[in-house]
């Protein structure tokens, strides 16, 4: 199944206590690269995230993880007054007050502000809860991300499959157009060959004639390379209709298919064939720039 490397999902969940919201965004890339920002909080998670997208969403791309949790409700956090602290610091303003003669205004409000007042005390760490917790959202972020990259992977493959059948059109066309340029040259060879031995007085070798001229015109006949590029047009429908990521398999089957097109173009001393040649090439740098986008 073709499935495109730039795709966006997001899913929401509420709690009575949280709201989880995971966002998944990706666009190409050769190899997997995925970044996972969450709160500090569930940072512990941050490797566990990282290998479930490989295992759930992705191979390839690069992935933006983006996970938000706002507390609905204070769990496993207390809050506690540093009494030694905030007494020598109300000490210290009471000391500041009198020495300068300054207005009297500290309050409640005024120690508040100097947040080393307080002690921060968090529960320990539950890997597994908050993972249970987490999973749900992440499944169906997963889930919408995963849509958008087969939709628009169908988009894609359909683009590559018309674009194979454009190439299999320009094949054909070559093909039939070097049986006669096959021909076509071992006669203006064999006409060549019979006007020089006649201008030179020689007496012509039928045998030897007919031999060379079939040598030199199997050297620009371009049966192999036309079979092997059938060839390779059934592998590269096996591939589209894989289960698998077909990306790179696609890639270096086009180099394989380069190569035939290169030979075929330097065998033929056609004008036509060098302009299906082109034709042929330029369909192949379409596809390879269209497989830069699928996994």
Sequence with gaps: MIKSMTAFGRANMQTETKEITVEIKSVNNRYLDCNVRMPGRYRHLEEKVRAYIQKAATSRGKVDVFISVDQLVTEGVEIKLDTGYAESYYKALCELRDHFGLRDDISTMALARNHEVFTTIRAEEDTEKDWNELLPVLDEAISNY????????????????????????LAAKVAE???????????????????????????????????????????????EEMVRLQSHFKAFDDIMNSKEPVGRKIDFLLQEMNREVNTTGSKCNDSEIAHLVVDMKAELEKIREQIQNIE
Excluded: H, W
Aim: with cysteine; net charge negative.
């Design 146 to 169: 995963n849509d958008m990259r087969i939709k628009e992977g169908q988009r894609i493959a359909d683009d590559l499959m018309a674009k194979k059948e454009n190439l299999v059109l």
């Design 177 to 223: 157009r070097s049986e006669v340029g096959v021909e076509n040259y071992r006669n203006r060879l064999e006409a060549k060959l019979r006007a020089t031995l006649e201008a030179m007085s020689v007496e012509p070798d039928e045998q030897r004639i007919l031999t060379e001229c079939a040598i030199f015109a199997d050297k620009i006949a371009i049966d």
